[in-house]
Structures are given as structure tokens and as C-alpha cells.
Nanobody
Framework: VQLQASGGGLVQAGGSLRLSCAPS?????MGWFRRAPGKELEFVAT????????GYPDSVKDRFFISRDNAKNTVLLQMNSLRPEDTAVYYC???????????????????WGQGTLVTVSS
């Protein structure tokens, strides 16, 4: 499975960006992780294959929203009220088909996209 991510860029603090990810074929749960400069990988959001169940860490809750359009086979991450500390490379991730439980553990996601850079200026 290949994950094609897009939508990163430069935005001012308080602004919004939307990331999208298109898997080459059906997967299980999908989500996004990020790695900020000099920091560890961090889970950002996950969504079940049906799109009905989502998970977020406190750092992005109520600012970031993940959704899934199965007709278009696309996962979207809407990022609002962006802060300089959201600057990172964002990775689209996916679990194998049939694995649909939420996990914030990067090791549970076997498929990874190439990463897209999000830069938030102050």
C-alpha cells in the first residue's frame, strides 16, 4: 500500500491548512503522525475505516479534525488555529485491513507516506 500525502505549506499562526492522504488500496485505521525539529514522533489524529471513530491527543483536540471520504478513498486532516509548535513534518499512516482500533503508537501502523512539511510562522 502506498500513501500519497499532500497539502503542507507555510501559514501564519492562527491560520488553517488541510492535509490529504490517498491510499493506493483499502486499509484499516488511518491517521497522521508528526515529527517536529529535534522532537520525537507524535500522534496527531486517527480515524476508523468507517470514519465514525476518531482519536486525538490533547495538544490538537478541538483544533484538528480528521475525516474520511471512502467514496474518494481519501483521508483529510483539517488543521485550524495553527501554532508555531505545530511546525513539523506530517506523516500519513495506515494499519492493515481489518485492524481498526485506535492506537497512538507509531509501531502499530505499517504503512507510511512520504511526509509533508507544515511550517507555522509566529
Amino acid at each position: 500500500v502506498q500513501l500519497q500525502a499532500s497539502g503542507g505549506g507555510l501559514v501564519q499562526a492562527g491560520g488553517s491548512l488541510r492535509l490529504s492522504c490517498a491510499p493506493s488500496r483499502r486499509t484499516g485505521r488511518m491517521g497522521w503522525f508528526r515529527r517536529a525539529p529535534g522532537k520525537e514522533l507524535e500522534f496527531v489524529a486517527t480515524i476508523s475505516s468507517s470514519g465514525e471513530n476518531t482519536g486525538y491527543p490533547d495538544s490538537v483536540k478541538d483544533r484538528f479534525f480528521i475525516s474520511r471520504d471512502n467514496a474518494k478513498n481519501t483521508v483529510l486532516l483539517q488543521m485550524n488555529s495553527l501554532r508555531p509548535e505545530d511546525t513539523a513534518v506530517y506523516y500519513c499512516v495506515a494499519r492493515r485491513v481489518g485492524l481498526d482500533l485506535h492506537s497512538g503508537n507509531a509501531g502499530d501502523y505499517v504503512y507510511w507516506g512520504q511526509g509533508t512539511l507544515v511550517t507555522v510562522s509566529s
